[in-house]
């Protein structure tokens, strides 16, 4: 939980990327999510990835961004790497590792694999850049602003979006803190079946809706007491993000990615199959 909060105080840095408009980064996001839903080759995959990582020397970024991912990726792509080779299809012209009754390993399968996993990585990599280099509440207010002014929809629903981000990590330190403190009551959450160990968790759960609850209700007091009104469309930002050159080239840069990625696929190169 404290290295989350250290990757959303870095969204608050100063760099070339950092001061970039929001909205760009988070059109650019975007576009480096869809390149691996159209292309399986790990090759591209991977290069995009290590572009990522370059960038993120560039922010300031990469000694706690490779921190992070070196811990995550395992997590993330490891069971998928070990386990989708066993229920890859089997044919008679694969290079069997192991081959028994309905079990089966093989080459093409852990190629396979691997490339799911490349997908993985490259999603996961492209969101690590994209919150270690974005302020949550630009983020909110530039999405705000273009919402109000240009779609005339309220601000009420980007406030609920970072809303939600900036008090998850408060209500897991209600939850770290009230655990912690039926333990020191001899409270044992660890041994017993799992419904007993379920059960355990009832005394917890309901001071926790408590402070939940309470804490809302100080947020909606708090609007009240600034005038905050859901319908009100005309209202003023104390920051306005506009598009500058550097944003659109920054756009223009997740769309070349996914130009390359359907011009891979015309040239039968962005699939997994062809090392098949």
């Not at 028994?100 to 999603?123: K, P, Q």
């Not at 630009?138 to 009420?156: C, P, V, W």
């Not at 930002?237 to 015309?266: E, P, Q, T, W």
Request: proline letters at 4%; glycine letters at 6%.
């Amino acid at each position: 939980m404290a290295f989350v909060l250290q990757m959303l105080e870095m969204g608050k840095r100063e760099s070339w990327f950092h001061a970039l408009n929001p909205n760009a980064k988070l059109l650019w996001w975007i576009c480096l999510i869809v390149v691996p839903i159209l292309v399986t080759n790990p090759f591209v995959l991977l290069g995009m990835t290590i572009w990522i990582w370059i960038m993120a020397i560039g922010a300031g970024v990469g000694k706690q961004m490779y921190k992070f991912l070196i811990v995550t990726y395992p997590v993330m792509i490891g069971f998928i790497v070990v386990t989708w080779p066993f229920f890859y299809a089997a044919t008679p012209d694969q290079h069997f590792l192991f081959n028994w009754s309905i079990f089966h390993f093989s080459l093409e399968g852990l190629i396979y694999a691997l490339a799911m996993g490349m997908r993985i990585v490259l999603s996961l990599t492209a969101c690590t850049f994209f919150v270690m280099t974005t302020d949550l509440m630009d983020l909110a207010s530039s999405l705000g602003e273009f919402m109000q002014n240009k779609l005339h929809i309220s601000y009420m629903y980007p406030l609920m979006v970072i809303s939600s981000f900036k008090f998850l990590p408060e209500l897991s330190g209600d939850y770290l803190t009230i655990v912690e403190s039926f333990k020191s009551r001899a409270l044992d959450m660890e041994t017993g079946s799992f419904m007993k160990r379920l059960k355990k968790y009832i005394p917890i759960a309901i001071p926790l809706i408590d402070s939940m609850l309470r804490r809302a209700q100080r947020i909606a007091i708090a609007l009240e007491l600034k005038a905050f009104n859901t319908n009100n469309k005309s209202r003023t930002f104390y920051k306005h993000h506009v598009f500058r050159g550097c944003d659109v080239i920054f756009v223009l840069l997740g769309i070349l990615a996914i130009a390359v990625s359907v011009a891979i696929n015309v040239l039968n190169w962005g699939k997994v199959e062809i090392f098949l």
